[in-house]
């Protein structure tokens, strides 16, 4: 499955972005999704995850109350809604398609397919 992120932006501590995923495969209410970011000189580290459903989710702590990950299968498209944006959310963030919640837990997995990265920039 090919995948397109994008959304990411420039804004202020507080404020707020929703990031996209779109995905090229009709079949996409068979992967399981998540969100990944990297940080300059840091490794990449998961986000949130959403299974083929949209009705189990997963989160780092970090950003649990925050972050909302969604999915519309209709859309062939994934949703990261980012509120109260702190500096330390600043990365690259990156969109997965994974064939098990178990895998998409995972830093990588066999059958991971990556989208590009959208750059997410939150100013103090």
């Known amino acids: 499955v090919q995948l397109q992120a994008f959304g990411g932006g420039l804004v202020q501590a507080g404020g707020s972005l929703r990031l996209s995923c779109a995905a090229s495969a009709r079949t996409f209410s068979a992967y399981d999704m998540g969100w990944f970011r990297q940080a300059p000189g840091k490794e990449r580290e998961f986000v949130a995850a959403?299974?083929?459903?949209?009705?189990?989710?997963n989160y780092t702590d970090s950003v649990k109350g925050r972050f909302t990950i969604s999915r519309d299968n209709a859309k062939n498209t994934m949703f990261l809604q980012m509120n109260s944006l702190k500096p330390e959310d600043t990365a690259v963030y990156y969109c997965?398609?994974?064939?098990?919640?178990?895998?998409?837990?995972?830093?990588?997995?066999?059958?991971?397919?990556w989208g590009q990265g959208t750059q997410v920039t939150v100013s103090s």
């Open positions: 959403v299974n083929w459903a949209g009705v189990n989710t």
């Open positions: 997965a398609a994974d064939r098990s919640f178990k895998d998409i837990l995972l830093l990588s997995s066999p059958r991971r397919s």
